[in-house]
Structures are given as C-alpha cells and as structure tokens.
C-alpha cells in the first residue's frame, strides 16, 4: 500500500520532530523542513500528498507559502494545514481564503490535527480516484439528500425541493466536501466568480433560505462561528 508523502514546516526544532515522530507512527512518510523556501523548492520537484506549516516563518510565511502553491496547477491541488499562534477568528478566515484546507491552533492538540489530516488525505484519495476514472458525476448524494446536479433537482427522502438556483449551488458547494470549511468570500467567489459583488450578510440571507426549505435536515448546513459554514459530517 502506497505510503502517503507529507511535508511539514517550523522553525523550532522540537515542534519538528514531534510531529514528524507522530505522523510517522501513522504511517505516513514525513520530510521535515524549518523554512518554507526550501519546502517551496523540495515540494515542486518531489511528489506531495499534504503539507502542514507554521503560519509565522522566516524567509516566506505561511500565507505566501499558500499563495504561491494555489498560482501553480503542479502544486494547487496539494491540501495545506496551517499551524498558528494566532487565536483571532479573522486570521482563520485568511487562511482558508487564501487556500488553506483547514487550520489548527498552538498549542497543538496533536489527536485533532492527526485527525484532521485523515480526513483531508480520505477525501484527496476519493478527488484523485475519481478524477482517475475521468467519471462525470451527475449526483451528489448525503444520507436522504439527493441531488441532482443535470436536472438541478435536490430531494430528501424522494420528496423534491423547490430551491432557487443559487441555494442549489450553495448546496451543493457544501455537500460536494462534507467537513470543509467555507467563509462567505469562498463563498461568493465559488458560485459567482471573483467579479461578482456580493455582501457577506447576502450569503447569510441565502442560508438562512435554504435551512428553512431544508426543514428537519437543516442542521445539515453548518454554521462555523465568525468563520464561515460548512456540510455537517453527520448527514453523510
């Protein structure tokens, strides 16, 4: 069985080497480095499964780091964790719109961020089968919801719901990736593209729609306080 390639990212030495002691007792191979210039050049020359850094670092930070692997098509689809001191929720917003897959705060809880990690590597492994089979998937289905991204039909338990075409593709921009965090600029830039002018309170007028069509299933559609919202893993 294929060993999954991981890459991690800080400037102190001890943090280091208990997360690659860690990640190791997983399974995963591990390449350690304590600036993200030198992970910048290993990773775009090397094969890469995920890549979990420090958010304060020397040379290049986190967030250029992000940056600069989302601008390429060899290195965007590589999932990054970012690692930071920060505790604002604003700065867990700025690492998810720049292309953080999700973020963990200091001190570490090294149980949730292994945790985290299989589930993003479970969720690339499904992308990339998928991708693979070169299969166009005409239906998302989550527990009782179905839907139907030809047709732009939702049902839940066979009974079809009356959704405007904008709650449809929230919807489905949250069911496709259950657990993943979006903030409300994803949001905005995921269903309408980045020249469209939207309000922030506009997608929570939008939610707040789509949770009352939802009816008992609306606890599906997650709030992630002053973050964003997200598909609850529960429903799947």
């Not at 860690?22 to 992970?39: I, L, P, R, S, T």
């Not at 890469?48 to 020397?58: E, Y």
Request: hydrophobic residues 40%.
């Amino acid at each position: 069985m294929k060993k999954h390639r991981l890459v991690i990212i800080d400037d102190h030495y001890d943090i280091l080497e208990i997360l690659k002691y860690n990640m190791m007792q997983e399974g995963y191979e591990v390449k350690m480095f304590f600036n993200a210039v030198d992970a910048l050049k290993y990773i775009n020359a090397d094969n890469t499964d995920l890549l979990v850094t420090d958010w304060m670092l020397p040379e290049m930070d986190g967030l250029e780091l992000c940056r600069n692997l989302k601008m390429s098509p060899a290195t965007r689809d590589i999932p990054l964790v970012m690692l930071t001191g920060k505790n604002d929720e604003i700065d867990a917003v700025t690492a998810l719109e720049v292309g953080a897959e999700d973020y963990v705060t200091k001190p570490i809880r090294m149980r949730e961020l292994m945790s985290r990690v299989k589930k993003i590597l479970r969720r690339k492994n499904t992308d990339d089968t998928n991708n693979a089979r070169k299969e166009v998937k005409e239906t998302i289905e989550c527990g009782v919801l179905r839907m139907n991204l030809v047709s732009y039909k939702v049902y839940i338990s066979n009974e079809l719901l009356e959704l405007t075409i904008g709650e449809f593709k929230l919807l489905e921009l949250l069911a496709k990736q259950p657990g993943k965090v979006f903030s409300r600029n994803q949001i905005i830039e995921r269903i309408n593209g980045s020249q469209y002018f939207a309000t922030e309170r506009s997608i929570d007028v939008q939610i707040a729609g789509l949770r009352k069509k939802l009816g008992e299933y609306k606890d599906a559609v997650e709030t992630v306080r002053s973050v964003g919202y997200r598909f609850n893993e529960r429903f799947v």
